[in-house]
């Protein structure tokens, strides 16, 4: 899951103003610091997320699920913020909310659902 997390934030890069950058140029260090990223992203996703699409549901009704979206936003931005403040040397920049944050959170939920879909084992 971190892995697959890593590929659909490494897609997300590809959105103008959406940057990670690693300890090093190194490739290795390069791609150490997407699994970080992907890591915290999941950790996020799978506590934060829940809780708040519970709480915004009223709202995610009345605009017929396009509120989901601002929520992958606002959990994409709270991964930036917290490898950025809190884990030394990775840095995940996202350059305001409304372009490159909900850009980037599309990407992401597209690149991660194609992904699970052909990664993932199928359940009987």
């Known amino acids: 899951m971190i892995l697959l997390n890593a590929l659909a934030v490494w897609a997300a890069t590809l959105v103008p103003?959406?940057?990670?950058?690693?300890?090093?140029?190194?490739?290795?260090?390069?791609?150490?610091?997407y699994l970080?990223?992907?890591?915290?992203?999941g950790v996020i996703n799978a506590v934060i997320?829940?809780?708040?699409s519970l709480l915004a549901l009223p709202i995610t009704c009345l605009?017929?699920?396009?509120f989901a979206i601002v929520i992958n936003a606002a959990m994409l931005m709270l991964t930036g913020w917290l490898v950025?403040?809190?884990?030394?040397?990775?840095?995940f920049v996202i350059d305001g909310f409304l372009w490159a944050?909900?850009?980037?959170?599309?990407?992401v939920a597209l690149v991660s659902a194609l992904l699970g879909r052909f990664l993932q084992p199928e359940r009987a």
Request: aromatic share 8%; proline share 7%; charged share 10%.
């Open 84 to 91: 950025t403040e809190f884990i030394p040397g990775v840095e």
């Open 101 to 107: 944050g909900v850009l980037g959170a599309i990407v």
């Open 63 to 66: 605009t017929l699920g396009l």
């Open 36 to 41: 970080v990223v992907g890591a915290v992203f």
């Open 17 to 33: 103003g959406i940057w990670v950058s690693g300890w090093s140029q190194d490739p290795l260090m390069v791609v150490l610091a």
């Open 49 to 52: 997320k829940p809780v708040l």
